[in-house]
Structures are given as C-alpha cells and as structure tokens.
C-alpha cells in the first residue's frame, strides 16, 4: 500500500504565501518524478509544477517566478512554496508521484487526495 498525504492548504489573501507538502509512505521502492497539479471549480486538471528524481524541475507558465517545488528524497516528501498568490490560483491543489513499489516491477502512479487554496482579493 501507499499513501500520499497533502498538508499547508488554505485561505490567504492576494500576495500573500503557502507552503503545500506531500508526503509518501508504504512500500516504496524508489519515487521518479513527484508534481502538483491543481482543478479549479469547472475546470480541468492542470499541470503545476513537476520534479525529477534527478532535481530537474518544470513549471507551468502562470506560475512560473511564483511557485518553487521542491523534494526531500529521504522523507519522500515533495513542497510547493506559493509566493505571491493570485485569486486566479484558488483550486484544488493534488500531488501526483511515479514510484516503484517494493518487490513490484513497472511505475504505478498515485494521487493524493487533493487540498484547498483559496485566495481573496
């Protein structure tokens, strides 16, 4: 079994800041690549930020020079540090991870149960 749990959602106003975690727990063998995504009400799911198990990173384009994520491999925990938050960020925010489990071959993806960031103007 593996559990991705979500922490750091909340209520901010605009400019303001949050940081999101993701932590992984269970049979875990190695974890690859480890993203947010976020769905905004009516929306679809969208691509935040992703990391690699190398550090490199990818960003979406609205957020790029406001959204930091980052990884510590030996807590299998994935960050989103959320700097100067706009109303146009309120979503849910979901992390996403590629792992390979223990005495499993192939990469099984998983998500997390998602946590709320809203931002008022």
């Known amino acids: 079994q593996v559990q991705l749990v979500e922490s750091g959602g909340g209520l901010v106003q605009a400019g303001g800041s949050l940081r999101l975690s993701c932590a992984a727990s269970?049979?875990?063998?190695?974890?690859?690549?480890m993203g947010w995504y976020r769905q905004a009400p009516g929306k679809q799911r969208d691509l935040v930020a992703v990391?690699?198990?190398?550090?490199?990173?990818n960003y979406a384009e609205s957020v790029k020079g406001r959204f930091i994520i980052s990884r510590d491999n030996a807590k299998n925990t994935v960050y989103l540090q959320m700097n100067s938050l706009k109303p146009e960020d309120t979503a849910v925010y979901y992390c996403n991870v590629d792992l390979v489990r223990t005495f499993s071959r192939g990469i099984y993806n998983y998500w997390g149960r998602g946590t709320q960031v809203t931002v008022s103007s």
């Open positions: 990391i690699q198990s190398g550090g490199g990173t």
């Open positions: 269970g049979t875990i063998s190695a974890i690859n690549a």
